[in-house]
T-cell receptor, first 108, second 126 residues
């Protein structure tokens, strides 16, 4: 079955740029989504189809996808960005929704 | 306001049944597929099931196939998940989530989730 691999955690200082990776075989051929999860709150879609941002999501959030790695980049990180971030794809070969294990982003 | 609100979670013994509900508001419920996604304590997200905009088509994860049933009521704009033969490994927070693809756009599902609820906790334990 298809596997997406994320680092368990990343740490970044306020005002800096955070990059969260999501690895998978031939990932550039798939549509990658990113979700933000804060405790007790509904998950929020922050990037879809690799690079697109839903309305209401700040331009500080951006996505890229190349070869076997997709990356969520958060510029000018704020304290309120502290959350778990999950990548997700639809694997058309197995007809399965696949999530990465999630990355906990801590603001130093 | 666009909202999804889950309810019905609780503690249940192995082998028993439970029905979850998800009340939808703020969008045209009958036009979109709907999903259930779960997250075991300390674990990642796992997709559970999807139902088409009109309830005519359903799909399930292998881990719940034959035990869980997804359904929807267009009159009350409510999504359901009927869970039977529950196992300890079904313990999780269950989220309902909206598919972004509108009926009539050419695809049944986008296979991602543009609106989520806050979830309801199901604990399967004796």
């Amino acid at each position: 079955s298809y596997v997406l691999t994320q680092p368990p955690s990343v740490s970044v200082a306020p005002g800096q740029t955070a990059k969260i990776s999501c690895g998978g075989s031939n990932l550039e051929s798939k549509s990658v989504q990113w979700y933000q999860q804060k405790p007790g709150q509904a998950l929020v879609l922050v990037v879809y189809d690799g690079t697109a941002r839903p309305s209401g999501i700040p331009a500080r959030f951006s996505g890229s996808n190349s070869a076997n790695t997709a990356t969520l980049t958060i510029s000018r990180v704020e304290a309120g960005d502290e959350a778990d971030y999950h990548c997700q794809v639809w694997d058309s070969d197995s007809h399965h929704v696949v999530f990465g294990g999630g990355t906990k982003m801590t603001i130093l | 306001q666009v909202h999804l609100v889950e309810s019905g979670g609780g503690v249940v013994q192995p082998g028993r049944s439970l029905r979850l509900s998800c009340a939808a508001s703020g969008f045209i419920f009958r036009s979109f597929g709907m999903h259930w996604v779960r997250q075991a304590p300390g674990k990642g997200l796992e997709w559970v099931a999807v139902i088409s905009h009109d309830g005519s088509n359903e799909r399930y994860a292998d881990s719940v196939k034959g035990r869980f049933t997804i359904s929807r009521d267009k009159s009350t704009t409510t999504l359901y998940l009927e869970m039977s033969s529950l196992r300890p490994e079904d313990t999780a927070v269950y989220y309902c989530a909206k598919d972004p693809v509108r009926f009539g756009s050419g695809s049944d599902y986008g296979w991602y989730f543009d609106l989520w609820g806050r979830g309801t906790l199901v604990s399967v334990s004796s």
